[in-house]
């Protein structure tokens, strides 16, 4: 049974930390054996990106897939008893085909990959990830593992359930010893929460699979040799002899893989950067396995164990600050931080258990309430300090002048431009939009409320709040109008001065147009999150070409309830075109679209499409056609050309961004306007 322990909002997360910061620890030299580690890097007793000229915060799918998966979970109506089909679905819903979170690396070639197009072309989980469909060698990589966190963490002190979850994910893909593997971790890291001893854990996870599976005996042969021997160095030739790379075939096993969690476990003896050190120095598929080592030490030694390694001068929280990336179909997911993908598995765990929401702060989005967590906030120019040492605000030491602020948005233009090139690209929707409602609360009078937002150029600029007059510890800021999307929020302290940030928060509906400028900057481009063939800027602000099936492209958030958006669309040569309104991803949105067939639709998608309501509207191709979906509670009302064609009722959406769709062909689209409902 699911169990609310006292301390379960700050294990969660300090298990998403952990998780952060094993990737982030093992990204850099991912796949690299453990002579070529020792020749070039050492043992890895500390972030190692520096050596290797390339980002500590980065896209990768170990992050984006264990906080995206999970999310089907709630999608589903936090169902305990969710099928593989369903996640199957969610996978469907946020992956945007060749883009985001998987490595794409082909049929057959890569096991997420291969399930996705099994997903697509119509074969439910678990046959998209069966070792009939996609044989054994492919069925048993270590995917299935490697996002397997959040499905444990929802399951506190239940290994039952947690165990029931992870073999639902995990048969999406994956088959076989990569499923025994999920099940073992996914219990171990379930019980973390009420047990400490790191050998109970394993036996818990054994309890769950076949004593004769190749994981079982490897786990057994891996207890045995670190009974009699310490040194991990000497355990790691045993188990590179005896289940490594060579015996297994594919990119990636999750055998080996496993067999290093299990052997840093053992050797580690409850110490968090001992652990660490140990399964990245062993190499392999450094990334995935520290990961799941974060994750599971950091909910089995909490924030304490974390930090434990400072009087060492190993300091794992501050260089990460809680940011990461998780780029999908839902945009304004990408730009995260711990706390946040933290409150969602929180909640989830609440629901399953019947308890009440955990909403810190009255929802407020920046918060603080973990000790230490700083949610991205850092100091962005200037002189100042930041800690949190309690939990609850963040204490700001500075000097006038100095910004602390956080990304809401792609935080450079270089950051932009680095992760289109990269293997995992960062597909991002802003935050805040103008028309909203932005406020802080500081302890003492001392700083201005502040957005930085991108120029006519790209040029960063800012708005500051003026509060050397009236409430100056309350602070607010009305978004106006901006020729860019908002990247940045945060506090310019206005005199040298010691105080604390209570929260940042923004709140409301957003009245915003988005236009393509006379300018050359492509910021505003790049917060739309592009799920079509191609998007392309001719003499309209975006063309939209999908070659088969439905496309996407889309900006907002989920905290959008109740507005109407409007768009021209011209279709040239297609099934549908429209507008979307409450998109929560590829596969769930209300949208009002034409049809080839000289109908005008009310369409609910919810994994599933369905027809709320339909007209005959006769229309030619090449015509711009005025199109307005307004979304009310669960009222929806589509106006072509200023006349209302279609109204109809449903409450299955009560959120989410806008988007502008396309199926089979072409279509355009000038300006698109979101504002009030009436």
Not at 83 to 107: A, F, Q, T
Not at 488 to 501: M, T
Not at 581 to 596: D, K, M, S, W
Not at 626 to 648: F, H, P
Request: proline residues 4%; negative net charge; aromatic residues 8%.
């Amino acid at each position: 049974m699911v169990q609310i322990t006292p301390d379960y909002a700050e294990r969660v997360y300090a298990g998403v930390l952990g998780k952060v910061i094993g990737v982030y620890l093992g990204r850099p030299f991912e796949g690299w054996s453990y002579e070529r580690i020792q020749q070039r890097l050492g043992d890895i007793e500390y972030y190692v990106h520096d050596k290797l000229d390339v980002p500590l915060i980065v896209t990768d799918d170990d992050i984006a897939g264990t906080f995206t998966f999970i999310r089907a979970l709630e999608d589903h109506g936090t169902n305990p008893d969710i099928s593989p089909k369903d996640i199957g679905e969610s996978w469907l819903n946020y992956l945007i085909k060749g883009r985001s979170v998987l490595w794409w690396g082909g049929l057959g070639q890569s096991t997420e990959h291969t399930a996705y197009l099994r997903l697509a072309n119509g074969i439910d989980a678990p046959m998209s990830g069966s070792m009939e469909m996609n044989g054994q060698v492919v069925a048993e990589q270590i995917g299935a593992q490697i996002f397997i966190d959040g499905w444990a963490m929802v399951a506190p002190g239940d290994p039952d359930q947690a165990v029931k979850f992870a073999e639902a994910a995990a048969r999406v893909s994956h088959d076989g010893e990569a499923v025994n593997g999920a099940k073992v971790l996914a219990a171990m890291e379930a019980m973390a929460f009420v047990e400490n001893d790191i050998q109970k854990l394993i036996d818990i996870g054994l309890s769950y699979i076949p004593k004769d599976s190749v994981i079982a005996r490897m786990i057994a042969d891996l207890r045995a040799w670190y009974a009699v021997e310490k040194d991990w160095r000497a355990t790691r030739e045993k188990l590179e002899a005896n289940y490594g790379y060579d015996k297994y075939g594919g990119n990636c096993h999750m055998v080996p893989n496993h067999g290093l969690i299990i052997h840093s476990l053992l050797h580690g003896e409850g110490d968090f950067s001992e652990t660490l050190k140990i399964v990245n120095t062993c190499g392999w598929d450094t990334d995935c396995n520290s990961g799941n080592v974060g994750c599971l030490m950091g909910l089995l030694v909490g924030l304490e164990g974390i930090d434990a390694s400072a009087d060492r001068g190993i300091d794992w929280r501050g260089p990460v600050a809680d940011r990461l990336y998780c780029p999908t179909s839902d945009g304004d997911r990408c730009i995260s931080d711990c706390a946040r993908e933290a409150k969602q598995i929180i909640n989830m765990g609440h629901t399953l258990a019947g308890e009440p929401s955990f909403e810190p702060k009255q929802g407020a989005q920046f918060h603080f309430s973990f000790p230490g967590s700083v949610q991205g906030f850092q100091v962005q120019s200037g002189t100042a300090e930041l800690s949190n040492l309690q939990g609850g605000s963040l204490r700001i030491v500075g000097k006038s002048g100095a910004r602390i602020g956080t990304p809401v948005f792609a935080p450079s233009i270089e950051v932009a431009e680095y992760f289109e090139k990269a293997h995992y690209k960062l597909m991002a929707s802003p935050r805040i939009f103008s028309g909203q409602n932005v406020s802080a609360r500081i302890s003492e009078p001392g700083a201005n409320l502040y957005i930085a937002y991108y120029g006519e150029d790209d040029e960063v600029d800012y708005i500051d709040v003026d509060t050397t007059t009236g409430d100056a510890t309350n602070l607010s800021l009305q978004v106006p109008s901006l020729p860019g999307p908002i990247f940045e929020v945060g506090i310019r302290l206005n005199k040298d001065v010691s105080l604390h940030l209570d929260h940042v928060g923004w709140r409301g509906n957003p009245q915003v147009t988005f236009e393509r400028p006379k300018h050359k900057g492509l910021m505003w481009r790049r917060a739309w999150v592009d799920a079509v063939d191609q998007l392309v800027g001719w003499t309209e602000m975006f063309r939209l070409v999908q070659n088969e099936g439905l496309g996407m492209i889309s900006q907002g958030t989920r905290e959008w309830t109740d507005y109407a958006v409007s768009a021209d669309v011209t279709p040239h040569l297609v099934s549908r075109a429209g507008v979307a309104a409450r998109v929560q991803g590829l596969t769930r949105f209300y949208a009002l679209l034409i049809t080839r067939e000289q109908k005008v639709q009310l369409v609910k998608s919810l994994h599933e499409e369905s027809v709320l309501a339909e007209a005959e509207f006769n229309w030619s191709f090449g015509d711009t056609l005025d199109m307005t979906l307004r979304v009310v509670g669960d009222e929806l009302v589509g106006e072509i050309n200023g006349s209302t064609v279609l109204t109809a009722r449903d409450s299955s959406l009560d959120s989410g961004a806008i988007g502008l769709i396309v199926a089979d062909g072409r279509s355009a689209t000038h300006k698109v306007e979101v504002a009030a409902a009436d």
